[in-house]
């Protein structure tokens, strides 16, 4: 069974919508699929599959631990693909005891010989319990958006998840475990908190320790996708996620793809239906079905992507994003001939637009002062 966990540092970028039609595509590409809603705490999964409110949840398992498991598992109107619903009834379900995490890993990890795909849909931030559930997979997806605040977002959660590595692979009396929690006190030294610094200091205390995150760290391949994007241009965004990794986590992602901001997305949630069924060759639509096949087409067992693979992605995926842009005007002049789309309409979409861009450029504005503020106070980045 393949597990892809699918995060964001930040929400608001996608992240449920991007699950829900993964779990969709490969659903239709003939793929036993289960979806679970692991956003515990504001689970709305089912919304965006048009499922009806769910009578029972995860937060159902997890007040009787003892419950049979598959009880919690729906059927959807969608052949090959079964939902588990999350619960923002039941008080707590966000905070997970030791306990509660292990029996729900141990249960979604015993559903191997009834899925061929298992989709966990984490909550947005970097609690331990969200970054547990990612390291469950060495493949796991980060969606992103252009906003400056989206990309450093999803920086922040993928240097988190590898420091959660980290110290879960060294034991808790180790000399690495003690050399780790004394440069995460010192302040002062934010900058030895870079991957490339650290490990020749923990491989000189503990070279077990040391041999043995290399060994787990060698496993870990997460892959990003760039969501609601404008405009080609903001592609090439995801190559300053990509180069920070690199510099400061020693870490390769893969860039899947691309998807544009499409205002169908709204109308489809708004219809209780998965953008792929309401419209499948829209641009949007095509782009999912394009990152699905990518995925289906890797090789589970043996991932890992030398240099050239990664910078071949993400030249791929900047292709794909002029692509795209064009069949995306091709479609809105379609509209405005055929009168579906109306001068009026168009106007209403670009100043609509233009106030997002006016958002993101003070937002930009906002967090360079506070960059410039820091580096003046003599922080390191």
Do not use: W
């Not at 639509?285 to 096949?293: E, H």
């Not at 043996?302 to 990664?310: P, Q, R, S, T």
């Not at 609509?352 to 410039?372: D, V, Y």
């Amino acid at each position: 069974m393949r597990v892809i966990p699918v995060a964001s540092g930040k929400g608001g970028v996608g992240k449920s919508l991007m699950a829900a039609n993964l779990g969709v595509a490969f659903a239709q590409a003939g793929q036993r699929v289960i979806l679970a809603d692991l956003d515990l705490g504001a689970s709305n999964l089912h919304l965006v599959l048009g499922h009806q409110s769910p009578k029972t949840g995860i937060g159902t398992f997890l007040n009787d631990l003892k419950s049979n498991f598959e009880d919690v598992i729906a059927d959807t109107s969608i052949r090959g693909l079964r939902f588990i619903p999350g619960d923002t009834e039941i008080p707590g379900t966000a905070n997970l005891k030791s306990s509660q995490l292990k029996a729900l890993v141990k249960n979604l990890l015993a559903l191997e010989n009834d899925a061929d795909i298992l989709i966990l849909d984490l909550g947005a931030g970097t609690h331990q319990s969200i970054l547990d559930f990612f390291l469950l997979s060495g493949q796991g997806i980060v969606v992103s958006a252009p906003a400056v605040t989206a990309v450093l977002n999803a920086y922040v959660f993928l240097k988190n998840t590898v420091f959660r590595l980290m110290s879960t692979v060294f034991g808790k009396s180790s000399s690495a475990s003690a050399y780790l929690e004394r440069v995460r006190k010192d302040g002062s030294g934010a900058q030895k908190l870079y991957i490339p610094k650290m490990l020749p200091e923990i491989k000189k205390i503990d070279p077990v320790s040391h041999d043995k995150f290399i060994k787990h760290i060698s496993h870990f391949h997460p892959r990003l996708i760039m969501n609601m994007i404008d405009d080609p241009k903001d592609a090439d965004v995801a190559t300053k996620i990509r180069r920070s990794c690199e510099e400061y986590l020693d870490l390769k992602i893969e860039h899947l793809g691309v998807v544009y901001r499409d205002t169908l997305q709204d109308t489809a949630l708004a219809s209780r239906l998965p953008i792929l069924l309401y419209k499948p060759q829209a641009v949007l639509s095509q782009a999912i079905y394009r990152i699905a096949d990518k995925i289906l087409q890797s090789d589970e067992e043996n991932y890992g992507l030398d240099d050239k693979e990664i910078e071949d992605s993400f030249q791929e995926a900047g292709v794909e994003a002029e692509i795209d842009f064009g069949a995306k005007m091709e479609y809105v002049e379609d509209l405005l001939h055929s009168g579906a789309l109306s001068p009026g309409d168009l106007v209403e979409t670009v100043k609509s637009q233009q106030f997002e861009i006016a958002k993101l450029k003070k937002e930009n504005n906002f967090l360079k002062l506070k960059l410039s503020n820091a580096m003046a106070k003599g922080f390191k980045p």
